[in-house]
């Protein structure tokens, strides 16, 4: 667009000595709506949102006993995890932020259902998703996610073709 035509224009001034840099703020533009968008859009399942419980537990019996309890009788995982004093971790992430192994079971999940037990090295894990959301740029993780793609994305072949690192001193 006008902002790369522009950058093109100073290089080649640049290259004739007319011109000694550019300082580019490329933080407005990962703020415009436009470039979330076209981020969000390429990223996909990889940002989706999912509201988690997550436990992890040593042996794979009580990591299915602790299933049961919330599958037979209607108890929540974090007091479980809480009676058996084992931590249960619950936060709201993007797909792409949590562990591979768990993925498919993510995905598949229904919202408030808890998983069976996943090996994870050497731990067995009890998950729980509560919500899953779309992609949006009015979610603070995605958001976030976007802006730091979109400002990779616009300054780091700036930078490369633009700038020429020099040596100080002798």
């Given at each position: 667009g006008?902002?790369?035509?522009?950058l093109?224009e100073?290089g080649?001034?640049?290259?004739k000595g007319?011109?000694?840099?550019v300082?580019?703020?490329?933080?407005a533009?990962t703020?415009?709506?436009?470039?979330?968008?076209?981020?969000?859009?390429?990223?996909?399942?990889?940002?989706l949102?999912?509201?988690?419980?997550e436990s992890?537990?040593?042996s794979l019996?009580?990591?299915?006993?602790?299933?049961?309890?919330?599958?037979l009788?209607?108890?929540?995982?974090?007091d479980?995890?809480?009676?058996?004093?084992?931590?249960c971790v619950?936060?709201?992430?993007?797909?792409?932020?949590?562990a591979?192994a768990?993925?498919?079971?993510?995905?598949?999940?229904?919202?408030?259902?808890?998983?069976?037990?996943?090996?994870?090295g050497?731990?067995w894990?009890?998950?729980?998703v509560?919500?899953?959301r779309?992609p949006?740029?009015?979610e603070?993780?995605?958001r976030?996610?976007?802006?730091?793609q979109v400002e990779?994305?616009?300054?780091?072949p700036?930078?490369?073709?633009?700038?020429?690192?020099?040596?100080?001193?002798?």
């Amino acid at each position: 667009g006008e902002l790369v035509d522009w950058l093109h224009e100073a290089g080649a001034l640049h290259a004739k000595g007319k011109l000694a840099g550019v300082i580019l703020n490329a933080g407005a533009y990962t703020h415009t709506s436009v470039a979330l968008q076209d981020a969000i859009k390429r990223e996909g399942l990889a940002w989706l949102v999912y509201e988690i419980e997550e436990s992890h537990w040593t042996s794979l019996d009580a990591a299915r006993e602790a299933v049961s309890c919330v599958r037979l009788d209607g108890r929540t995982l974090a007091d479980v995890a809480q009676e058996a004093g084992v931590r249960c971790v619950a936060d709201t992430r993007l797909l792409s932020d949590v562990a591979e192994a768990l993925h498919d079971a993510v995905l598949t999940s229904v919202p408030g259902e808890v998983v069976d037990p996943i090996r994870v090295g050497a731990a067995w894990i009890v998950l729980r998703v509560s919500a899953k959301r779309p992609p949006s740029p009015a979610e603070p993780l995605v958001r976030a996610a976007a802006e730091a793609q979109v400002e990779t994305r616009v300054t780091a072949p700036l930078v490369e073709s633009r700038i020429v690192w020099e040596k100080q001193g002798p």
